[in-house]
Each structure stands twice: as structure tokens, then as C-alpha cells.
């Protein structure tokens, strides 16, 4: 055996790379993992993790602390021990050759192993995202850096621009004077070189009236320039509102976790428009990819817009047009066609999502390996015309067809879905054309080695694994089968490769996301082909014709009325407007089936599923049933009494899924009827599993929104007098302003099909904004103060369809009876016929009492003059007995929150709803301060994310969304956290 097949076998054969990928993961993992990300982190500094270019150097390594140095060299004994042990020692007696084919195995299961993990590690620290320091935060800053994707080109009253900016300078925008005081936050300023931020560009709430800024202001901002900016940021955050209780829902979206996985070190936005600067405009790759863009919407996306996108799509300087996709038909073309994913809308990916869609709109392995077979194809073709008889040992087609792999895939910006295509198809390519010499599982394997090698943080996207978990099914799917002949064969396998395909992929979605899509099957088997075999191809053919069209423009010899249909795109902007067009009615139509059908599950998981029944168990029951079903018709080989008995699994488990979370199922119907007999008796309706009551206040960022669940028997009237059925599901002010309120305030806007009851402190953005995002259906009553209630007409348009009451004190509402005394919502605050300036002074203020005991006060924005009326009547009240719960007005605002008032309700529990880092202030330090001195457990929603109160009789605890690592108490101050 010569050397280089040694070679090739030591590293190449199927146990070494499962040897060498185990060993990469692992390294990867362990890169971010306690002390090593940390110390990385702490480490990486100015002169380390920012040198020339930003990259690493050799100091970075010597500077590391004793527990990675121990690592290392314990890495380098583990490597050197595998050699040796590897290497035939000739100085001593021969051992049996049994004893030295097993010690040169083991030899060489160390050496790769290890290698391995130190490669994994190094190159895990090495491209890890350096987040930013906590000294920087909300601090203004001059960043200058090159932009790396932007969505939109302009911001608008109603969307702003979403850009992410490749740092490569930073200095302080306003400096001290004094020597060495800004020292630490040069250095954190530092960090940041070579590093990605994203960015928010907005309208301003007033058009500015100096010229300087107006024409900043529609100065279009593109990928690929070099832009000086003055930006203010702050350390990745995101809200964190789990599904509290014992029914499951989706797996929430961590977005903390995504800008990491993103490479985003930062978050921010642009202030001062008027200093902004363009430096340098797009060059190389970029501007190439601007200048396709604009030939795409100017051949088939200008004019065709609507809301926001119309009228944008005239020349802004230069003679270049101003592309803005939202609202274009052919932002599908371009995210097809360009990799343009930033061009569909949040409306878009909901629809996507539902549908199980989501793969094909984005520039993946599909997509990159068609093109490749079809270069590959069309070259064999013309190829065997004019070399009939040496046309297939020629090597010309594969590279070809590589070529255009990497082609397509730059041209999508080789982004992380497309650099795994393009790499994943290259070594397919390498297999497919004989002269690898490597089975098609050395091939997958040796694909994700490379790609997670080249991307250490596609380790954590699960994009990766999904990709590689599909071609792996197809792998199994496909080997030991003949290859399929005729038009009804073909037809026969893409149906079952694309129904295996849906089983193991939704069974690997269930688990990750907790959700699949009953569509996603029919759905593909139409649209993959659709979109693979027509849409896509007959897209790069109106790339085709645009070449050709400006190729005979530029010869010259084309006559003048030919040559300006051919300016025009006559051609290719024909065929784009009818894919587009096509393309749009086709998803607006799927759109309307999406909105019924939708994803299972959703919140909670089933209408049928009871508290007693673990999601756990239901996820257990789905995915057994997925796999059973899969290994009873995929796998080749296996014995058929082994397919039956898979089979035969797959139903017995899928029919007890059917019985426990189906609305129809008996179960169903069980739960349904033990809650109608439940509410027909006083204290039935309360058991250790469901607490009376359960108060969420939910992580909005700067605002407030809070829900409330009563498990008692409603009441049939309030203090009002009008009969009516009391709801079980309160909301207490619904957080600001977003499209997206009613996912982050799990249940809005109904429950169960239930309508809600709505309480708004007052009208201010930040407390009733998400109104906005309920109807009149959903609203079952509407409590608001009388001062009130004209800020919110303004707001929504329906408030004349709904029952409303006004919140005036005195008044309140009965949620049920328990152990013979009132639940109520009682309302103390405003009194009848206030008269105040501010908006704040009419918040309504709720106190949750079980008869004369107070359990929760809820007091919106009052003031510290409202607190003084209201001490008395709470002392009193109280009568020397702590509150359960407080919720801190105004966000921890120093206006409120007086001493005497926070003594006098000596609470338990107290919980600031403010966002985190938030532009206020919010709470203030004295707040803090005071809070710290009258409160036994203080908590604030930007730290600790959403918290779950939950109360009866027998007592009440309070859960956290985010819990502190490392400390043993059971709740964590403000201070403590800072």
C-alpha cells in the first residue's frame, strides 16, 4: 500500500471522519461553553481580539487563563500519545500482531479524536462573536464600517431600515477631557472592530426643518457602501415570554440566541442623520449584486408596488433606481433568484412558516443543486454533439457545473443557507463524478466537517442540521433502490422521498419548535416542483435574457426602435412581471388557507389537551408516531414482519394522540364536560393543579401588559348592575405598539375561543398600544377611565362595538366565589369627576382582593400624589398584613414610588415592568433604592423576562421566565442584577 492511499484511509475512511466530525462538534460546543467562551470573551480585548484586519494573533493564545492552557496542553499530550501509539516501535520485542493492530487503532482513534476537538476548539474561539461591553451601552458612538445587508432602502412613516454594518472603526462621539477617563470605554469601543452591529434607521416623529437633514433623510442607504454614522447601542436583548402552566405552545423565539447564532455583537440606531457620511460606494462583489437588484426591479418591480412600496421607484441620483421591495410582486423573484430574503414581508414568512414552505424561498441546497445539475446536463449535452466519442471521461462539466454552484451562490450573497449549499454540492459533485473513491456516507459526513470547519456557528443554526437531516433521509430512502424508470416511476418516488421527507422533518421540527404543519406535505409535493423545475430555471432565464439583451446593446448593431425595447427589458422583464405575477396569486392564495389551518399546535396545543396531560408526553406520542410510520415504508432491507410490526406502532401511537389532544377526541370531550360541572359548584373549580388565580405580567420591553386567569365559577354581574357573564381571561393594559402584540402576550387575543376582558389604565403608546391588535369579537367588555376613552378612539376604530364601562372607583368585578367570599377586580382610582392635566393621574388603578384581603395591586402611571389619596384607604385595608403582590407604577418612574406609600404596603413581591436598557431610565436608582428598603422580593421584567404569579388559598409562588445562575434565592433585586 503506498503512501498517499494510507493517507487517505487513515483520514478519509468512514470511521475517521465520524471519528473527526465527533471531535469537531465537540470542540465547537465546548468554545462556548462555561469558562472557555467566557474567558475568551473577558480576554479578547483591544490588542487581542482587534488587531489588524480584527484578526487573532499568537498574543491572544499566550494570554489565556491556567484552565485553557491546561486544556491545550492536555490536548497536545492526547495528540502526541496517538502518534506514538500509532507509530510501530522497533527497538523492543514485537508484540502479537493482535496486540499491535488494537494499539494502533486506539493510537489513531486519539490522535483524530484529538486533533480534532483542539481544531474545533481553536477555530470556535477563534470566529466567536465578541458581544459588546456592558460600557458602552446607550452611549454614543462613531462607527464607521461597510454595510453588509440592509431590507429596505428608505425608511417610512410605518417601517424603518434594518441594516447590519461590518465595523471597522470606532471612537467615542463626545470624549472627556480628562486623561485616562475614557480609557475602559476606548478599549470596549475597540472590541467592536471587524465585529457586525445591526442598526435602525428612523423617521423621525417631526420632519425636520434644516436642509441638511431633509437630504439626509432621503438619502438612500445601499449593501455594500462605506458609511460614517454617530449610532447609540446596547448588548443583544430580547423579551422572554414563555408558555407558564402545564399546557403546551410553540417554542418561543429566542432572539438573543439568533443575533448570536447571527454574528451580531450589538443592536442600535442611528442618531444625528444630518453628520451621517457615504464614504465609498459598493465595489466587487456588492456592487454587482446592487447593480442585478436594480436591473430586476427596474425591469419588473418599478411601478408594480403598492402601499409603502409606490412612487419609490423613481431615480434618486446618479440614474439609479431606488429599489424597495415590500409590497412588489417580484420581491419572490428576487428572493428566488437573488437570495433577497430581506425582501418578503413578516406577512410572507407567516405564511411560509404555516405552509412548510419556508426552505424554498430561501437560497438553499435545493436551489444551488439544480442549477448545478442543470449546468451539468446542458454541458454532457453539448459536449457529446461535438465529441461524440470522448464526451464522458471529460472532467470540463463537473467544474462547470461547480463553477455555477459558487456562481449562483454569490450571486445570494453567500450567506450562511448558501455557502452549506454551494460547499455540500462541490463534494456531491466530487462523489458523482468517480474520482473521490468515497461512499456517499463518507460524502455527508466530510460535507458537514467542511461546512462547520469553514462556519464554526453553523453548529448552532438549525438550519444545518435540518439540511443535512434531509439528505440523510433521502440517503437511507434511496439506498439499495434501483433507479426509477418511465414518467409513472419518477412520479412514484419524488411523491414518497417528499412524504418521507415531511415525517422526518416534522417529526424534527416537533421537537425543536414544538410545532409542525398539517400542509406541509400537500403543499411541497405542488409547490417544490413548481418552484424547483419552472419558477426557479424560467428566473435565470430572464437573467439569461438580460445578458444577451445588453450584449446586442452594446454591439450597437441592433436598429433604434429594437434597441430601446431591449433598454426597456422587453424580454426578460416580460417573463419576470409573469413569474412574478404567478408567483404573488399562487402565495396569496395559500395565504387565505395558511390563516385556517395553520401550524399544530398552537397555544394552547389542542383544544382538548387538560392540564393533567404533560406536552412531554404529547410530543412523545407525535414523533413515535412520525418514526414509526417512517421506518414502516422508508428504510430498504428490512424484513417485512419488521415493517409490520412498524407499522402496526405508528397507528397505536397516533391513535393515542388522536385521544388525548384532539378537540374531538374523548378526552376532549371529558375535559369540556368536568369544566361545564365545575363551574356549576363553588370550590370544585379550584384543585392544587389549578391555583384560583394566575397573573402573568408579560415581557413587552418599555410598557406594560399583564394577564389575568380566573379557574373560578364566573359571576353573572358586576357593580355596574348589567347582566351579563363575567369572563375568565382579563388583560390589564396590552404593551405597546407593535403588528406582532398579540404573539408576544401569549392567549391575546382570545382563549379557547373565549372572549376576554380588557382593562386600560389610561391611553399612553406604551399601555394601549396593543389594542390595536384585538376586534371588537374578542373583546367581551372594555373598562377605561372617562378621560380617557376619547385618546383611544383615536387609536381604534371599533371601540363604539364593544360593551364599555368606566373605570371609576368604587366600582368593581366579581370573577367568582371562593370559600364563601368574592374574588373581585375592585377599582379605586380615579375617583367620579377628576379633573387633571396629566394622563398619568387618570390611570386605573385595580386592587384583586379575595373578600376584605387584598392580594395583587395593579396602579398603571400614577403618581406619588395619587399614592398619598390612596394610602389610607390600603392601610386600612392591609391591616398590618403585607400585599402579595405590587405592581411598581410607572415603571420604577422617580415621579412615584414614594417611601410612605411603599411602607405602607410593606409587599412581598413587586415587579418593575420596564424594558430593558430602555431610553427612561427605568426604574430610577432612588426608585431602586426605596424599593429595596420596603420590599421582600423585587424583580424586573427586562432582567428576568415574563414572571407567573400564581395564588390560592393554601398560598402562592411567583415564577420567573429567566432564572439567575448561581444564586440559591428564590428572588433576585435590581441591584443584584446590575
Known amino acids: 500500500m503506498n503512501k498517499s492511499s494510507h493517507s487517505t484511509r487513515f483520514w478519509l475512511s468512514p470511521a475517521s471522519l465520524a471519528q473527526l466530525l465527533a471531535g469537531l462538534v465537540a470542540g465547537i460546543w465546548l468554545s462556548r461553553q462555561g469558562e472557555w467562551g467566557a474567558d475568551w470573551q473577558s480576554r479578547s480585548s483591544a490588542g487581542l481580539g482587534a488587531q489588524e484586519g480584527g484578526a487573532h494573533g499568537w498574543a491572544t493564545f499566550m494570554t489565556l487563563s491556567d484552565n485553557l492552557l ?13 502518534a506514538l501509539a500509532a507509530i510501530p516501535t522497533r527497538a523492543f520485542e514485537p508484540p502479537a500482531p493482535e496486540a499491535e493492530s488494537r494499539r494502533s487503532r486506539l493510537g489513531a482513534l486519539s490522535l483524530r479524536l484529538s486533533a480534532a476537538l483542539g481544531v474545533g476548539l481553536v477555530i470556535g474561539l477563534h470566529q466567536q462573536p465578541l458581544v459588546m461591553a456592558e460600557a458602552l451601552t446607550r452611549q454614543e458612538l462613531w462607527l464607521e464600517g461597510r454595510v453588509e445587508q440592509v431590507n429596505r432602502a428608505l425608511p417610512t412613516p410605518d417601517a424603518s431600515v434594518r441594516l447590519v454594518l461590518r465595523v471597522s472603526r470606532c471612537d467615542l462621539f463626545q470624549p472627556t477631557e480628562v486623561p485616562g477617563a475614557d480609557a475602559g470605554r476606548q478599549a470596549a469601543c475597540q472590541r467592536l472592530l471587524d465585529q457586525r452591529v445591526q442598526l435602525r ?5 417631526k420632519l425636520p426643518r434644516d436642509v441638511a437633514t431633509r437630504e439626509a433623510l432621503a438619502t438612500p442607504w445601499q449593501a455594500g457602501e462605506r458609511w460614517r454614522m454617530v449610532v447609540r447601542l446596547v448588548p443583544p436583548h430580547g423579551v422572554s415570554n414563555p408558555a407558564f402552566g402545564r399546557s403546551a405552545s410553540p417554542a418561543e423565539f429566542d432572539r438573543v440566541a439568533w443575533l448570536w447564532r447571527e454574528g451580531i455583537v450589538a443592536t442600535g440606531y442611528v442618531r444625528q442623520l444630518s453628520l451621517a457620511q457615504r464614504l465609498a460606494p459598493p465595489g466587487g462583489l456588492a456592487a454587482l449584486r446592487l447593480h442585478a437588484e436594480q436591473a430586476l426591479w427596474q425591469r ?23 429599489v424597495d421591495w415590500p409590497g412588489s410582486p417580484c420581491r419572490w423573484l428576487a428572493a428566488l433568484t437573488l437570495g433577497k430574503v430581506s425582501a418578503l414581508t413578516h406577512d410572507d414568512w407567516d405564511t411560509l412558516n404555516a405552509t412548510g414552505l419556508t426552505h424554498l424561498a430561501v437560497v438553499s441546497g435545493l436551489h444551488v443543486g439544480l442549477m448545478a445539475s442543470l449546468v451539468l446536463g446542458l454541458s454532457f449535452g453539448v459536449l457529446r454533439l461535438w465529441r461524440p ?3 464522458r471521461f471529460s472532467v470540463a462539466p463537473w467544474w462547470l457545473a461547480c463553477l455555477a454552484a459558487w456562481s449562483f451562490a454569490l450571486l445570494a450573497g453567500l450567506a450562511p443557507p448558501a455557502l452549506r449549499a454551494a460547499l455540500m454540492v462541490t463534494v456531491g459533485l466530487w462523489m458523482a463524478s468517480g474520482r473521490s473513491g468515497l461512499g456517499v456516507w463518507q460524502v455527508w459526513m466530510l460535507a458537514l466537517i467542511l461546512v462547520l470547519g469553514l462556519d464554526p456557528l453553523a453548529l448552532w443554526r438549525p438550519g444545518t442540521w435540518l439540511s443535512f437531516i434531509a439528505v440523510a433521509v433521502l440517503l437511507l430512502a434511496w439506498q439499495g433502490r434501483s433507479r426509477p424508470r418511465g414518467m409513472r416511476d419518477w412520479c412514484l418516488a419524488t411523491l414518497r422521498s417528499q412524504w418521507l421527507l415531511t415525517l422526518v422533518m416534522g417529526a424534527a421540527l416537533l421537537l425543536s419548535r414544538g410545532q409542525l404543519s398539517w400542509l406541509s406535505l400537500p403543499m411541497n409535493l405542488l409547490m417544490a416542483p413548481l418552484v424547483t423545475l419552472l419558477i426557479v430555471p424560467l428566473g435565470m432565464l430572464g437573467w439569461g435574457l438580460a445578458g444577451l439583451e445588453q450584449l446586442l446593446l452594446t454591439t450597437g448593431l441592433v436598429p433604434s426602435r429594437p434597441a430601446a425595447m431591449l433598454a426597456d427589458g422587453v424580454f426578460s422583464g416580460g417573463l419576470w412581471q409573469l413569474l412574478a405575477q404567478g408567483m404573488a396569486q399562487t402565495m396569496y392564495a395559500l395565504s387565505s388557507l395558511a390563516s385556517t389551518q395553520g401550524r399544530w399546535p398552537q397555544a394552547p396545543m389542542a383544544a382538548g389537551l387538560s392540564d393533567a396531560t404533560p406536552s412531554a408526553l404529547i410530543l412523545t406520542l407525535a414523533v413515535m408516531a412520525l418514526l414509526g410510520a417512517w421506518l414502516a415504508e422508508g428504510v430498504p432491507g428490512l424484513d417485512g414482519r419488521l415493517k409490520r410490526l412498524c407499522g402496526s406502532v405508528a397507528l397505536c401511537w397516533g391513535l393515542s394522540l388522536a385521544v388525548l389532544a384532539l378537540p374531538w377526541s374523548p378526552a376532549a370531550l371529558a375535559t369540556v364536560g368536568r369544566d361545564a360541572g365545575t363551574r356549576e359548584t363553588e370550590d370544585a ?6 391555583p384560583a388565580l394566575s397573573l402573568t405580567v408579560h415581557d413587552v420591553g418599555q410598557g406594560l401588559a399583564l394577564s389575568l386567569h380566573s379557574h373560578l365559577a364566573s359571576s353573572a354581574s358586576d357593580s355596574t348592575g348589567a347582566s351579563r357573564q363575567v369572563p375568565r381571561h382579563w388583560r390589564y393594559d396590552l404593551g405597546t405598539v407593535s403588528r406582532n402584540a398579540s404573539a408576544r402576550l401569549p392567549g391575546v387575543p382570545s382563549v379557547a375561543g373565549e372572549p376576554i376582558g380588557v382593562i386600560m389604565s389610561h391611553g399612553d403608546g406604551d399601555h394601549a398600544g396593543g389594542l390595536q391588535a384585538l376586534s371588537a369579537e374578542e373583546v367581551a367588555a372594555l373598562w377605561v377611565p372617562a378621560g380617557q376613552r376619547a385618546r383611544l378612539e383615536h387609536q381604534v376604530s371599533w371601540l363604539d362595538e364593544v360593551a364599555m364601562r368606566e373605570c371609576v372607583a368604587g366600582r368593581s368585578i366579581t370573577l367568582g366565589q371562593l370559600q364563601g367570599q368574592p374574588v373581585r377586580l375592585e377599582m379605586l382610582w380615579p375617583p367620579a369627576g377628576l379633573k387633571a392635566r396629566r394622563d398619568n393621574a387618570h390611570s386605573c388603578v385595580v386592587l384583586i382582593a379575595h373578600g376584605a384581603r387584598p392580594l395583587a395591586l395593579l396602579t398603571g402611571d400614577i403618581g406619588q400624589q395619587q ?12 391591616a398590618g398584613r403585607g400585599l402579595p403582590l405590587l405592581v411598581v407604577a410607572h415603571h420604577g418612574s422617580r415621579s412615584s414610588s414614594g417611601d410612605a406609600w411603599l411602607e405602607s404596603l410593606a409587599a412581598r413581591h413587586a415587579i418593575v415592568s420596564a424594558g430593558r436598557y430602555n431610553p427612561h431610565g427605568h426604574p430610577h436608582p432612588d426608585v431602586v433604592e426605596r424599593l429595596a428598603r ?9 432582567l428576568d423576562g415574563a414572571l407567573h404569579w400564581e395564588w390560592s388559598p393554601q398560598g402562592e409562588r411567583l415564577q420567573p421566565a429567566r432564572r439567575a445562575g448561581g444564586i440559591g434565592v428564590r428572588c433576585l433585586g435590581v441591584k443584584s442584577a446590575e
Do not use: I, N
Open 201 to 205: 434607521r428612523y423617521w423621525p416623529r
Open 70 to 82: 491546561l486544556a491545550a496542553l492536555l490536548l497536545c499530550w492526547l495528540m502526541v500519545a496517538g
Open 389 to 391: 466519442g470522448g464526451w
Open 867 to 878: 399614592e398619598r389619596e390612596l394610602q389610607a384607604t390600603l392601610r386600612q385595608r392591609l
Open 685 to 690: 373549580s379550584f384543585s392544587p393543579r389549578a
Open 300 to 322: 419588473c418591480g418599478e411601478g408594480e408596488g403598492e402601499g409603502e412600496g409606490e412612487g419609490e421607484g423613481e431615480d434618486k441620483g446618479g440614474g439609479e433606481a431606488l
Open 934 to 942: 420596603h420590599v421582600e422580593c423585587l424583580w424586573h421584567v427586562g
